[in-house]
């Protein structure tokens, strides 16, 4: 599960920047892109493994319902909404089941609600707070692969 920030970076010529500059380097040595037909930097804001709970949360809330392992744009707001539900559960965690719920299903890892059930949220909670803080991301998409 992986959520990935994308920053747009494209070169327009009629915008005049002559400080245009993208630069890549694999290992120390440049890598042969041409700098001006790179559209976006694509970053992995965030990994997960087997935190179903909030798979389900991005099927329900992003994904139309469709759990497909595909890749799928994530709004700020949406992504807001997720950080609140989180606060939400670790403010008072009587209410996971009702506001995050397990999700059991093949290679979804164990449905307890329990320490690891609450470090994703955690980490969940990390990683959108690291992503809303970047105002120079442009979007964000969600991708999940089983």
Known sequence: MY?????????????????????????????????????????????WRKANHIHQWFVDNVQDGN??????????????????????VLADKSRAEELLPTQSGFF??????????FDDIINTKEIVEDCLSDKDADDFEYHSSW
């Open 67 to 88: 759990d497909d392992c595909g890749n799928y744009w994530v709004s700020r707001e949406k992504l807001e909404d997720l950080l609140e539900v989180c606060n939400k």
């Open 3 to 47: 959520l990935y920030k994308k920053t747009y970076v494209k070169y327009w010529e009629h915008n005049g920047d002559d400080n245009y500059k993208v630069e890549v380097s694999k290992a120390g040595k440049p890598v042969n892109i041409d700098p001006k037909k790179v559209t976006y930097v694509v970053e992995e804001a965030g990994y």
């Open 108 to 117: 979804f890892g164990n449905t307890n609600y329990d320490e690891y059930y």
